[in-house]
């Protein structure tokens, strides 16, 4: 077989290359590098013929000279924080579907443990990788100096932050709060307790804003607000406290996690939920419609964070992108056997 050589096979002669490929296969090259990038617009049976010359000739195709012939390593990176979170690993999935779909691949990285310093040293790492351009999860409220860090020297998009200079999408949480806290007092709940997130967690502050904002607006009493770290243990400890409070009639977690843990504390209480105490969560995990009795929470859609910041990463890469677009995805709250008319209604 002839091979035709290029400046990315010269140096090793007897190396297999896209043109080789092209002609057991009878596509173009151009089609063999759409196969190979994962490109949608492909047929099944041209993709399968690829694949198996791809197969019979040994084709290794070579990252680096595709990016030197290019200037794009067809590479994009993630930073994410606590992907033992559903929210954080739900939002990587997303991105990486998305980037799939696009034709790139993802190098993601999860920060273990979450500082700025462990941030930048990480954008360090993919920048040394030539990434085409990285999406920063940011929840944590100092993320954004590692936004600042890396804004200018690489396509940016980062997720969860505020509007400002840099490209970002972020789930309305203030408002999934306020549709949490609406839909209990219209039930006829004088107030709602609330198990907050972190402090130092963007969406677990803009939660609690939510909760405070919606009681004040309909001018009802505002409890004082017990914080979790996430997780089911933290909502049953918090629970149980509140349980103690024979006056409380709801209560609004602000995930699911937790809010598994207050159902627990709850029922060792005696309580019935939703018949003595209302419960709503945050984030609709998998199992939450399988909690018993099944949880009424705010539904957020990561599929759609992690495409629309895909969509906003690529423009920058194609140079299109304006600076400071900031994309807002509504939660939707979904109702369900947890949340009732408070005693007496």
């Known amino acids: 077989m002839t091979r035709e050589r290029s400046g990315e096979d010269s140096a090793r002669p007897d190396r297999v290359v896209i043109s080789d490929v092209a002609g057991l296969s009878g596509v173009s090259k151009m089609t063999v590098s759409r196969v190979l990038n994962g490109h949608p617009q492909v047929s099944p049976h041209t993709r399968a013929r690829v694949l198996a010359a791809i197969d019979v000739l040994g084709y290794r195709p070579s990252s680096a000279a595709r990016a030197l012939a290019?200037?794009?390593?067809?590479?994009?990176?993630?930073?994410?924080?606590?992907?033992?979170?559903?929210?954080?690993?739900?939002?990587?999935?997303?991105?990486?579907?998305?980037?799939?779909?696009?034709?790139?691949?993802?190098?993601?990285?999860?920060?273990?443990?979450?500082?700025?310093?462990?941030?930048?040293?990480?954008?360090?790492?993919?920048?040394?990788?030539?990434?085409?351009?990285?999406?920063?999860?940011?929840?944590?409220?100092?993320?954004?100096?590692?936004?600042?860090?890396?804004?200018?020297?690489?396509?940016?998009?980062?997720?969860?932050?505020?509007?400002?200079?840099?490209?970002?999408?972020?789930?309305?949480?203030?408002?999934?709060?306020?549709?949490?806290?609406?839909?209990?007092?219209?039930?006829?709940?004088?107030?709602?307790?609330?198990?907050?997130?972190?402090g130092d967690w963007l969406s677990a502050r803009a939660r609690e804003r939510g909760w405070r904002d919606a009681l004040a607006g309909a001018g009802r009493p505002v409890p004082p607000v017990a914080h979790g770290d996430w997780s089911a243990r933290s909502g049953y400890q918090q629970g149980r406290r509140i349980a103690a409070n024979k006056d409380v009639t709801a209560i609004f977690a602000a995930n699911d996690q937790m809010a598994l843990g207050v159902l627990r504390a709850l029922r060792e209480s005696g309580a019935d939920v939703p018949g003595d105490v209302s419960l709503v969560g945050f984030d609709d995990v998998p199992e939450a419609e399988c909690f018993w009795p099944p949880l009424t929470t705010v539904r957020q859609d990561f599929a759609e964070v992690g495409r629309r910041s895909l969509e906003l990463l690529l423009q920058q890469v194609e140079g299109s992108q304006r600076a400071g677009q900031h994309i807002v995805v509504e939660p939707d709250l979904i109702v369900r056997d947890s949340s009732g008319p408070a005693p007496g209604r």
């Open 70 to 198: 290019t200037g794009r390593s067809r590479v994009l990176g993630a930073v994410s924080f606590n992907t033992d979170l559903h929210g954080p690993a739900a939002i990587l999935s997303g991105i990486e579907q998305a980037a799939r779909e696009a034709g790139y691949f993802l190098s993601a990285v999860t920060l273990q443990p979450a500082s700025p310093w462990t941030a930048k040293a990480v954008i360090r790492h993919l920048e040394a990788q030539a990434v085409d351009g990285i999406i920063l999860s940011s929840p944590h409220a100092w993320a954004a100096d590692a936004a600042r860090y890396l804004a200018g020297r690489t396509p940016l998009v980062v997720l969860d932050a505020e509007p400002g200079a840099v490209p970002s999408v972020a789930v309305d949480q203030h408002a999934g709060a306020v549709a949490a806290l609406r839909h209990l007092l219209e039930l006829g709940h004088r107030t709602v307790w609330h198990v907050a997130g972190p």
